[in-house]
């Protein structure tokens, strides 16, 4: 049996074994089931339940690379950071983040609140669900996990202190490669262009110069600006919900970086579901999503300006004009990072179920395009796109775009 003192990848059994060793609440039961659930492209999760008592908690451990390929070589100790990430995003959005119960560095792994009562978002609006208080919710932990965590809030010194803690150079290296170089280079010939869109790709991505340009900038302001504790991975594949709440889980990509890459990200998810949604023709979901990206946005900004009123601590953060010229800059980031989003999902090597279980090659085929065109608007002109109705502007011209 095993002591758990030394690092080893665990198995189903291996995981009811630790549990029982190291939750007080399961280490008498009798009957404990366990069954690995992880879906994403690194970690291994597992369900654990207390069949007697119905108790059930959640165990991530990292391995030593990706589940999504070998290639990508990595220390366990990311689940550190993944971890303490989420303590202190449960601290700045209470009720947003799932709880985590046992930190064990030794075996890079965590124990946490078991959220299968709710459903993954990602595959919830792959079924056309929607979701009233997402905006509300998501714009809450949004600026309190992002404001809170700058230099505008923080001690400086604290905040430089957070900014070494949370340097995690692996998980930043393979979204550099895979979110602001491959897509529009192919420069390790991993990328993946669904037939009959090849000539739409290279014109588009691998030929355009002036989006090289624009990338190159976005990809430095990644790697230097560290404005904020960022998620780092805000997909909807990294959320929970049901029609009353919203729970954001797996920020093993955090490091302080620009606040815009997570408002970014979630943008662009949106907008692959509304492809999805137009590509099956359905209008009320599609109208759904044209509702959220206008609330994310616009939300986003009400609250981001009376948040930083109610929590500036920095005294020449609290000059009128400059609190305008730093949102100004968010979300202008924003814009540029959720067109690198919307590339990469199309052409790189992590794609969205979105738009590959489109049935008909056809109606992928318009998704992708569509979300390629609204990538290319964004990254080219971020500056325009300071209002969730200007990222449906963007969205109408494409579409008139593809059905001409």
């Given at each position: 049996?095993h002591?758990?003192?030394q690092?080893?990848?665990m198995?189903?059994?291996?995981?009811?074994?630790?549990v029982?060793?190291?939750?007080?609440?399961?280490?008498?039961?009798?009957?404990?089931?366990?069954?690995?659930?992880?879906d994403?492209?690194?970690n291994?999760?597992?369900?654990?339940?207390?069949?007697?008592?119905?108790?059930?908690?959640?165990?991530?451990?990292?391995?030593t690379?990706?589940?999504?390929?070998?290639?990508?070589v990595?220390?366990?100790?990311?689940?550190?950071?993944?971890?303490?990430a989420l303590?202190l995003?449960h601290?700045l959005?209470?009720g947003?983040?799932t709880?985590?119960?046992l930190?064990?560095e030794?075996?890079?792994?965590?124990?946490?609140?078991?959220?299968?009562h709710?459903?993954?978002?990602?595959?919830?609006?792959?079924n056309f669900?929607?979701?009233?208080?997402?905006?509300?919710?998501?714009?809450?932990?949004?600026v309190?996990?992002l404001?809170?965590t700058?230099d505008?809030?923080?001690n400086?010194?604290?905040k430089?202190?957070?900014?070494?803690?949370?340097?995690?150079?692996?998980?930043?290296?393979?979204s550099e490669?895979?979110?602001?170089t491959?897509p529009?280079?192919?420069?390790?010939?991993?990328?993946e262009?669904?037939?009959g869109?090849e000539?739409?790709?290279?014109?588009h991505?691998?030929?355009n110069?002036?989006?090289?340009l624009?990338v190159?900038?976005?990809?430095?302001?990644?790697?230097?600006n560290?404005?904020?504790l960022?998620?780092?991975?805000?997909?909807?594949?990294?959320?929970?919900i049901?029609?009353?709440?919203?729970k954001?889980?797996?920020?093993?990509?955090?490091?302080?970086g620009?606040?815009?890459?997570?408002?970014?990200?979630?943008?662009?998810?949106?907008?692959?579901a509304?492809?999805?949604?137009?590509?099956?023709?359905?209008k009320e979901?599609?109208?759904?999503?044209?509702n959220?990206?206008?609330?994310?946005?616009?939300?986003?900004?009400t609250?981001f300006?009376?948040?930083?009123?109610?929590?500036a601590t920095?005294?020449v953060?609290?000059?009128?004009?400059?609190?305008?010229?730093?949102?100004?800059?968010?979300?202008?980031?924003?814009?540029g990072?959720?067109?690198?989003?919307?590339?990469?999902?199309?052409?790189?090597?992590?794609?969205?179920?979105?738009?590959?279980?489109?049935?008909?090659?056809?109606n992928?085929l318009?998704?992708?395009?569509?979300c390629?065109?609204v990538a290319?608007?964004?990254i080219?002109?971020?500056?325009?796109f300071?209002?969730?109705?200007?990222y449906?502007?963007?969205?109408?011209?494409?579409?008139?775009?593809?059905?001409?």
């Amino acid at each position: 049996m095993h002591t758990f003192e030394q690092y080893f990848l665990m198995n189903t059994d291996d995981v009811i074994q630790y549990v029982k060793a190291k939750i007080e609440s399961f280490q008498n039961a009798q009957q404990i089931t366990c069954k690995e659930i992880g879906d994403g492209n690194l970690n291994y999760v597992y369900r654990v339940v207390n069949e007697e008592t119905k108790e059930s908690v959640i165990v991530k451990q990292a391995g030593t690379t990706a589940r999504i390929s070998d290639e990508f070589v990595l220390s366990t100790s990311r689940n550190k950071i993944e971890t303490e990430a989420l303590q202190l995003q449960h601290t700045l959005a209470p009720g947003l983040v799932t709880e985590i119960y046992l930190l064990d560095e030794t075996m890079s792994c965590c124990v946490m609140e078991d959220l299968s009562h709710l459903t993954i978002m990602r595959t919830a609006l792959a079924n056309f669900e929607t979701f009233p208080h997402f905006a509300e919710h998501i714009t809450d932990f949004l600026v309190n996990t992002l404001l809170r965590t700058s230099d505008v809030v923080l001690n400086h010194k604290d905040k430089k202190e957070l900014v070494a803690k949370f340097t995690n150079p692996e998980l930043c290296e393979i979204s550099e490669d895979l979110v602001f170089t491959e897509p529009f280079h192919n420069n390790f010939n991993r990328n993946e262009v669904t037939p009959g869109n090849e000539q739409f790709v290279q014109t588009h991505l691998y030929e355009n110069e002036a989006l090289h340009l624009e990338v190159a900038k976005l990809k430095f302001q990644f790697m230097n600006n560290s404005q904020s504790l960022i998620h780092g991975d805000l997909h909807t594949g990294s959320i929970f919900i049901d029609q009353n709440d919203t729970k954001v889980i797996d920020p093993e990509f955090a490091f302080f970086g620009p606040m815009g890459y997570d408002i970014g990200n979630v943008m662009a998810n949106l907008i692959f579901a509304f492809a999805r949604g137009d590509a099956y023709q359905n209008k009320e979901f599609t109208e759904w999503v044209e509702n959220t990206l206008f609330d994310v946005m616009d939300l986003f900004d009400t609250k981001f300006r009376i948040a930083w009123d109610d929590h500036a601590t920095e005294l020449v953060a609290k000059n009128v004009d400059f609190k305008e010229h730093y949102l100004q800059n968010i979300l202008k980031d924003t814009a540029g990072m959720a067109g690198l989003e919307l590339a990469r999902r199309i052409v790189g090597l992590a794609k969205v179920k979105d738009i590959t279980t489109i049935e008909s090659i056809e109606n992928r085929l318009k998704a992708e395009r569509l979300c390629l065109r609204v990538a290319v608007e964004l990254i080219l002109n971020p500056s325009e796109f300071q209002t969730g109705g200007q990222y449906l502007t963007a969205l109408q011209n494409a579409l008139q775009e593809e059905n001409k």
